[in-house]
C-alpha cells in the first residue's frame, strides 16, 4: 500500500466526477494542442508550396494574390503574360530558372498547370526536396499529363488514363458565388476541351503542398486546345489546331516562377533584392516574394490564432477550476477517509499532499487523453483545411510543446488542488470519527 | 532495564477553550497507569470524557494540564508530524462504527495502518494476510462496506493491532452490537490484544463489560 494506492481509491469511488473532470480537461489541452500544430503545421504547408523559388512574376492585381492563385491554385489568374514579355524577363537577369506557368483549366475540379520540363527538373516544391514520382515519369511531349498525389487518390487516375480538360474551374461554373451555395441554374455549362485527350504518364510523390491537387502538362498543348477554341470560334468547321497554327495571342501565360542564380549550397543571393526592386518599376507585372507574401498572409492568421489560443487558454483554466470544484465538493464525502488516516498516522501534510498529487494526477491523466485527443482532432481540421482551403497541412505535435503544455495543466491541476487540499489539511479529526447520526 | 508501562496519565485534566474559567472539567484524572499487555476497562455513561480521554491518549486533542506517557514517550511534547508518526505506530484505536476506509479492500485497510508502521513494507502484504486469516476473514480483497458487520468489526481490530502497537484503545467496541455479538467482538479485541503483546484500555457504559475485565475503573466522579 502506497500513498499512491490511496489516491487511486479516491478516484475510484468517485469514478462518474473524476471521468468527467479528465474529459474536461482532455479538452481544452487537446484544444490548445491542435492550434498549436495547426499554427505550425498550416505555417509549413504554405512555405512548402512557395519552394525554392524566389520570386513570382504575374499579372495579377496584387503580390499576395499572385501568389495565392499562382501558388496555391485559390483561383484561376484573371490576367494573362505574352510570351513576349516572359523572354524580357528570362533574358534580362542571370536566373537559375525562370519557368513559365498557364492556369485555367481543370480536370474534375482539380487545377491542370501547363508549363515547362524545368517545373520538374529545376523548380522545387520543398526547398532540399526535388520531386519525385512514384509512377511513371514525367511529360515529355504534348498531350501528356502529369498527376499530383492527391489528384490521382481522388479521380482515381492511372498510368496510361486518357482523359479530357475543362475550360475553368468546373465547380465555379456549376455553383453560384457564395462558397458551399445552391448550383446555379442560370450558369453556363462547363466547356470540356473534347478534341484533345491528354494521356497521364506519371503520378507524384506526395509533397505536402497545394501542388499535390494539381495535373501538369506541357505548354505547348495547352495553347494549342485554346488556340482550336479561338479558331473556331471564328470557324465552326475549321480542323484541329496544331503548333504550326499557333499565334503569338495564343502564347500566353499566367505566372513565372523565378530563382535568382546563386552559390552553391547558398539559397539567397546578394542581387536578389536588386533585381526585385528592379521588377517592380515594370508597372504591368506584378512581382512578388511568395515566402514574404506566405508570412504576411500567416502573420495576419496568427492575430486570429492568439485569440483562438488566448480562449484554449481561458478553458484550460477553466478546466482547473472544474478539478478545484470536483474536488472541494468531494472533500465533504472524504472528511470520515481523512479522519481515519489522521488516526493511522498521517500528518497533516501528508494529507494535504495526498489531495495535491489527486489533482496533479487528475491534470496528468487529463492531459494526456488531450494528447490522444489531438491526435484525432488535427487530422479532422488537416482534412477540413485540405477540403475547404485547398491547403494540405501535415500537422505534427511539436515534443517541446506538448511536454511544456502537459506540465503546465499538471500544474495548474496541482494548483487547483490548492483549496481542497487545504480543507483536507483543516479536516477536526474528532468530529469526524463520531458516529454518524 | 524495566519496561515502561504502556499508558502513565498524571494529573491530567481537560477542558474545552470556549468554557468559562469556572466550568466542571470534562476529563480529570489524576493518575492512571495500564503496564504492557494489561487490559482495563473505563466506564462511565454518555459525556463523562470516555472519547474525550482517549482522544487525549492518542494526541488527537491537546490536554489543558498534566502528563501522558505511552510507553514511556510524552505524547504532547511531540509535535505535528512526529505526533502522528508515533500514534501510527504505538497505538492502536478501535471505534463503535469501525471508521473502515470506504472503497478499500479489508486488506487495504489493515496496509493503510501498516504504512505509517516501522514494519519493512515488504513485510506488509504478508503480514496484513495472515492477521486477516487469523481474525477469521476469508476474503481480504472484498471492499469493506461490502463485508457483514461482524467481519468489518475483525478488520477493525486487524487494522488496530497490525502495527503492533504497545496500548490499544477502544472506544464503546460493542455499542451498536446485540448481547452475542458484543460478547464476540470482546473476545476478538481481547484475544487480538493478548496474541500481539498491546494493552487494552477499553471503554463502555455496558453492564456486561466490567466481568471481562480484571482492572475497571469509572469516570463517574472524575469531576
Redesign the interface.
Known sequence: ???F??IL??M??RMFSTVTTIITVAVAVALMLVLLSMKESGRQAFERGAGNMHMLVSAEASPLLAVLNSVFYSAPPRQALTWEKYRSIAGSFPWEFAIPIQQGDSYRGFPVMATTRDFFTRFQPHEGTPWQVSQGRFFEDSFEVVVGATAARVTGVTIGSELFLTHGMEQSRQRSWLVGGPPDPNAPAPHVHYEYNYKVVGILEPTGSAHDRALFTDLTSSWIIHAHDRRREANPGVPLATEADLIDADRLITGIYLRVATRPGRQLSAAQQQIYDTLRTDISITVADPHFEVGKLFNIVSNIDQVFIAIAGVVLVSSGIAIMLALYNSMEQRR??I????????????VFGLVLTESAILGLLGALAGVALCFIGVQIVAELMKQRLGVVVSPSLEPVWTFVLVMATILLAALAGAAPAARAYQTA??KH?K??G | MTTPPALQIDNLRFRYESSKADAPWVVDLPNLKLDAGEQMLLTGRSGRGKSTLLYLIAGLMEPTSGVIRVNGQDVHALRGEKRDLFRGRSIGMIFQTFNLLHGFSALENVLAALMFSAIKPTEHRARALALLDRLGIDQPNRAAEQLSVGQQQRVAVARAVACEPVLVLADEPTASLDPENAAAAMDLIQRACVEQGAALLCTSHDPAMPARFTRTASLENAS
Do not use: K, N
Open positions: 500500500m502506497t500513498d494506492t490511496i481509491r479516491s475510484t469511488t470520515r477517509q479522519a481515519v488516516l489522521r488516526v493511522l498516522g498521517a500528518s497533516r501534510m501528508r479529526v474528532i470519527l458516529p454518524l
